[in-house]
């Protein structure tokens, strides 16, 4: 089950690096995501895996680790507020500039300075 | 605790000027200067005890593990340079009040003045060279501040950042030397520092820490080969310059040496280097000071000199010429201060500081000149002003010191002070005699007594520590000295030394072979201004600019500002780094037995790698590629159901909702596919990359997982403690609320504060005319025939109730069972945003009485509030409590503090995300999304 568990968390790297490395912004958010799905499981499976033992105590025999599942879980709420300020950014960058490429190049760089939004104020 | 007072006075002052100037400049200037006086009253209070040999002490202990406490001691030496920095400080004050012009910002001035005063105040009074360190560092700062006051020159910000980068270098060097001094000693604290000479000297680390710490004081008390910053921060207002560069801050690094004079001299090392420093930089800085013609530039290397002088008698490491020294620091910090401000005064009246537009003042300014007369003369040496006091003992120190040989010290002592003699004596007659022209910029008269007041007090010291010396100076250079050199100090000084003295034969000279080089100036100039020397400025200026290149050509080499090779490069060097250390290591393969591998996960861990593995391939199709990660994520949920996290499970299921939600209404103002922009050659070495990344972090997985922990995990205290301690069994729940609140209360913030930035943005966006041109020509999408479907908008409203109550009972149960806020806000703001989606944003808000912004606050002040209330029971922020309580007919049920805390969590949750997404929708009804005013649609709809 550990072999499961950690090729998952590579994979999910691996696809978020590739990701992160597109050239528009919405692959980069996903490949974002794909990270933290990631760095999550990690995080969790730093307690070690267990089955039927979850942390309630009464319920069971053995409990598993709770202190990485606390941690994991404000995490998971954290990466999405994370989440949804890139995507307001991305949005942000597209509305003004009118595409969404990721690296500016010179021609952008000096065609934002005419219409950014304090110019436009 | 005075001495800490006393430190902490400015700083806590520092605000009163900036708000003074409200009322006026004489209130910003008496308000600082009622901040200095007080400080003042404060240090002579504690004199009388400092003078009868005692040290006064203040100790706050900070982190006593790290041996960093704010320890203060008052010494002879502190109360010496206290006393300068309080005492120059208020007549600087009176001074800047009529100096500074109508236009410039005088409580900014006054403000960075305190902040300065402070600063200076904290090394001279610190026992703890950690917190020396800080405040050392904190002048070189405020010096920036102060030195590029006027912001408006460009000389001026070129020579505060020259004074920056000097004085900051040599803070850094003295920060490795000071760290080593500590470690030698066991002890970072002064006071124990300065009784382990013996174990310092001994150690192979004294040459480094002693050439380290030199470099500190070198570079902030302009010696050579660093003089050449001082002459540039003369681009300062005068006040400044009297100020920082002639009384306090140039002083700091002779303060310090005098501080380490007990543990660090007496060496040949400190002899040789200190002494031939100082000497150098005595006769170098005297000989270019002649040549000046600004008469701020003259001062400055006059400054330069003397700090010199001062230096080589610090490195000649006996004691009676350290008692010399503390002598000189008295009497430099009097005329040289009187001269700035005299300077300042002429360049105030004519309007220039030039020596060569300059000349016959004498009648046209007799009060300035009566106070020029006395300081400068006091400066060149002359009986029976205090500078000759001091220079002849200098000279009798020279005399009977060996360096190279018997008589080369002696030489050239007296070769410096004749220079010394000739500026003096140029700056007075170039300035003052002479018959009066009538090419000023400016027709000068003496201006009012409030600018000449302060240089005329000095002035008066001048003469009167010239004059009465014993009575005067004595009693501050014995205790001063005394703690300088460890040892009681009784100083007899006269002004006749018998005509067997060598002082006496040097002295004349000196004053002979000074005005000889005055009369010589003409010829002499010609010389100085035919032969090229080498200009300090340039060269800074090069080596600023090849260290600028230099870290440009690295940093644009790794980071050209393009996301791509920033992320290629970091996850290359982490893998290098991770492999490397692999190699180097020995393991063995992890003894820790795994699972047995069940079909289920099996199942669940197929699906979830196929969907996964699919994104990279399909991602061009933004639709298709945002479900792909929709189904990863949600897959992960059963993955931490069978792992024994069902908290997670269910966190990690409505966030994932939420999540693609978002996206979904984010990509309708994206593009929906994404070209193909990047050649194959590039997608390929992504690949590679992704794939050692991958490759990395899933080696890394495994073997953590097939290994036990390498300490017994600490969740053991938390799994004992859940239920006596926080009463719940929900160990994770416990240790979110109760454990770790503190952790989790940051953390809603943060996620409060993320929505908020949404908001912003969307608010900034909707405000720039570019993008609501854009928004109402945005491309409408095909639309379905039903935008609000009649069964949608049922069924979402029949749910809602019941997803209240859900979401109620996960809060309720989440201490004992797996739920609570976070997972309770996310249910209900599922539920809510089923209604926007069913019934439109505009229905659905004109029926919400309640701000998304609101609930955030009230979230935040729920959680502070239920944090706060641990305080009524006298406990710490947050400490919960809690209570079973038995009411009938319901069981037995609990009742904890925690629980409001979770509200607070909970209202956090559903605000930050309702109003993440209401952020967004905003957007797209400017895009000519149709207003549904009905409940839903019907034929008269379009």
Redesign the interface.
Known sequence: ??????????????????????????????GL??LS??V???L????????????????SET?????P??L???A??????????M??????G???A?H?R???DARDETAGRG?G?EA?? | MTPAFIVALPFLGAILPALAIRFGRNACALATGAVSLLALILLIQAAPAVLRGEVVQARIDWLPALGLNATFFLDGLGLLFAGLILGIGLLIILYARFYLAKSDPMGQFFTYLLLFQGAMLGIVLSDNILLLLVFWELTSLSSFLLIGYWKHLPEGRQGARMALAVTGGGGLAMIAGMLILGNIAGSYDLTVILTQKEAIQASDWYLPALILILLGAFTKSAQFPFHFWLPHAMAAPTPVSAYLHSATMVKAGIFLMARMWPVLAGTPEWFWIVSTAGLVTMVMAAKIAFFKDDLKALLAFSTVSHLGLITMLLGFGTKAAATVAVFHIINHATFKAALFMTAGIVDHEAHTRDLRRLGGLRTLMPVTFGIALLASLSMAGIPPLNGFLSKELMLEEAAHTVWLTPWAMGLLATIGAGFSVAYSFRFLAHGFLGPVRDDYPHRPHDPGPGLWAAPALLAALVVAIGLAPMLTAAWLVDVAAGAVTGAPVAVKISHWHGLYAPALWMSLAAVGGGLALLGAYPRLRALWDGVPRPEAKPMFDAVVAGLARLARGGAEGLHDGGFGRAVVLAVLAIAAAGLWAFLGGTHAAGTRVGLPTDAVVVAVWAVMLVAALAVPILHRNRVVALILTGVTGLLIAPLFMLFSAPDLALTQLSVEVVTILLMLLALHFLPKETPVESPAWRRLRDAGVAVIAGLGVGGLAWAMLTREAAFAPISAFHLAQSKPGAGGTNAVNTIIVDFRGYDTFGEIIVLGIAALVIFALAEALLRSPAVTSRLAAWPRARESGDRHPMMLVVATRLLLPMAMMVGVYIYLRGHNLPGGGFVAGLVFAIAYLMQYMASGYDWTHARQRFDHHVLIGWGVLVSILAGVGAWAFGLPFLTSGFEYVNLWPLEEFELATAAIFDLGVFLCVLGAVLLALASLSRLALRTGEQINRRAYDTEETP
């Open positions: 089950m550990e072999a499961l568990v950690a090729s998952a968390i590579g994979i999910l790297t691996a696809v978020g690096i590739y990701l992160t490395l597109r050239l528009r912004t919405f692959p980069v958010i996903l995501t794909f799905y990631a999550n499981l990690f969790f499976a730093s307690g070690r895996l267990a089955v039927n033992s979850a942390p309630i105590l009464g319920r409990y598993s680790d709770p202190l599942q606390a994991v879980l404000t998971i709420v954290i990466s999405f507020g994370m989440t949804a300020v995507m307001m950014m991305a949005i942000g597209h509305l003004q009118g969404d990721i690296d500016l219409e939004p436009g104020a």
